[in-house]
């Protein structure tokens, strides 16, 4: 453990061609590293063919909507309509929900009112660096971007 961060504090992403190659082994992967107390992510969900059998069937912790959902949530009431069902799916199965590409305020408050765990996106912030990242928590660089959410 040369950083001696807790397992618990790791998450390992799988996109979902992965869960097609060899399936029984990927099972058994992310069955021994969720045994560690890695968590696991299906990452990029509602593209491909997004079976709901593999919620079921692997072991996840979180799912991560895709983007694609993300950016049309306030244009297409279609995509929003996905994303209410994502999350609400996610809330059934006591899974983590996360939702990638968040860009605005707008999307972020859509996602905050639909119950939605965590955002990831460039609203809050590009890509950071370690120490980037260290500054930016202790200055509260992200407060502004959440003013008026409830």
């Known amino acids: 453990m040369q950083h001696r961060i807790p397992p618990s504090q790791l998450e390992v992403e799988v996109t979902e061609p992965v869960l097609l190659e060899d399936s029984e082994r990927v099972l058994q992967t992310l069955q021994?590293?969720?045994k560690l107390g890695v968590r696991v992510a299906l990452d990029d969900f509602?593209?491909?063919y997004s079976s709901l059998s593999y919620l079921t069937r692997f072991p996840?912790?979180?799912l991560k909507i895709d983007r694609s959902f993300v950016s049309q949530c306030l244009q297409r009431g279609q995509?929003?309509?996905v994303i209410h069902t994502i999350i609400q799916l996610c809330k059934n199965l006591n899974l983590?929900?996360?939702?990638?590409?968040?860009?605005?305020?707008?999307e972020l408050k859509f996602l905050r009112d639909h119950r939605c765990d965590a955002v990831q996106g460039h609203y809050l912030s590009a890509a950071l660096a370690a120490g980037e990242l260290a500054r930016f928590i202790e200055n509260r660089a992200w407060s502004p971007r959440l003013q008026g959410l409830n």
Do not use: L, P
Not at 96 to 106: D, F, I, L, M
């Open 79 to 81: 995509a929003a309509a």
């Open 96 to 106: 983590e929900v996360v939702a990638e590409g968040v860009e605005s305020y707008q």
């Open 46 to 48: 509602g593209t491909g």
């Open 60 to 62: 996840f912790n979180t």
């Open 32 to 34: 021994g590293i969720r």
